[in-house]
């Protein structure tokens, strides 16, 4: 009996890329990344009492991508000057 392909495939395998909070880079994080078809999605971190800055995302990637969306993020960052921190660790997410 054949099965189907789905079964062979790795799931969860995301990770966290990097944070950024200034939202022009994260705009043009996301059309780069966009263009080259890379899946991704955004996490949004909460501020905390007493760190009052700009929200910031992380860009959480499949680790398929991961040296490509890296690259993409290092180039864009160092052309425009833009603080970045990245993380290139799993995702912390639970799924039921």
Not at 23 to 46: D, N, T, V
Request: hydrophobic share 40%; aromatic share 10%.
């Amino acid at each position: 009996m054949n099965q189907p392909i789905f079964t062979t495939l790795k799931v969860h395998n995301e990770i966290e890329l990097c944070e950024i909070s200034d939202q022009e880079c994260k705009r043009l994080i996301e059309q780069a990344l966009l263009k080259e078809r890379i899946s991704f999605y955004i996490r949004w971190l909460k501020p905390s009492l007493f760190h009052r800055k700009a929200p910031g995302c992380i860009f959480c990637v499949n680790e398929n991508v991961i040296e490509t969306a890296e690259d993409i993020v290092r180039a864009i960052c160092d052309e425009g000057g833009y603080p970045v921190k990245f993380l290139l660790r799993k995702t912390q997410n639970e799924f039921l």
